[in-house]
């Protein structure tokens, strides 16, 4: 009964073409985050939203773009993919802000050929 | 840019050793935390400390966030193979957080 779940797990995808990725979570938790974590790079913050229809920026957020609809989606969409794409996606879900700390996801491994 | 510098980056040791990894900015952050992340799957937080000179432990493992709120060090006491994994620190700024790259650890039987 995990409280927040990532699909798809896995995806290959052909450079030019939109991706989206899902996040669902059922802790009814205000802030959700998307991050892409990459070799020598670490975790990197791409977009978060701190409720319905309120969403931000973060630190590498140019060719993905995000919504949220209902508390419990957040989703990712990559426009048209580019190889610079590929990366290990992750969501993660806050009760308040980043002092609570974050539950992440299992993760969707994303390649872009 | 506020960065979290981790060390060190690899670290692989024999069951029953101690050890030490740190996290270091220049920055101040209002928190420090320290997850653990495992192949395939996401970062678990361990824990959370916001306040300066605080020290946590959790069963082997114990936490320090720095007096000036800009380092935090994890020490774990007579390391086990379940402790393998990468240990992320990260740090509470304008509502998010910035990871640290992380410290690989390797314990061998």
């Known amino acids: 009964d995990a409280g927040i779940t990532q699909s798809p797990r896995h995806k290959v995808t052909e450079t030019g073409t939109p991706v989206t990725l899902r996040c669902h979570q059922t802790e009814n938790h205000r802030y959700m985050y998307w991050y892409r974590q990459d070799p020598g790079h670490g975790l990197r913050l791409i977009h978060y939203s701190y409720g319905v229809k309120d969403t931000d920026k973060g630190e590498v957020s140019d060719g993905y773009s995000v919504s949220r609809s209902k508390t419990e989606d957040f989703l990712l969409t990559l426009e048209s993919a580019t190889s610079s794409q590929t990366s290990v996606y992750f969501c993660?879900?806050?009760?308040?802000?980043?002092?609570?700390?974050?539950?992440f996801g299992s993760g969707t491994r994303l390649t872009v050929v | 840019t506020q960065l979290l510098e981790q060390s060190p980056q690899f670290l692989s040791i024999q069951e029953g050793e101690n050890l030490t990894v740190y996290c270091n900015s220049s920055?101040?952050?209002?928190?420090l935390q320290w997850y653990r992340q495992e192949p395939g799957e996401g970062p678990v937080l361990l824990v959370t400390v916001v306040t300066g000179g605080e020290v946590k432990k959790l069963k082997r493992l114990t936490f320090q966030f720095g007096d000036a709120r800009k380092d935090s060090s994890l020490h774990i006491t007579a390391a086990q193979p379940g402790d393998t994994g990468l240990y992320l620190c990260?740090?509470?700024?304008?509502?998010?957080?910035?990871f640290g790259k992380g410290t690989k650890l390797s314990v061998k039987p």
């Open positions: 993660a879900i806050s009760l308040a802000d980043s002092d609570y700390g974050y539950t």
């Open positions: 990260a740090g509470g700024s304008q509502g998010n957080l910035i």
């Open positions: 920055s101040v952050f209002s928190s």
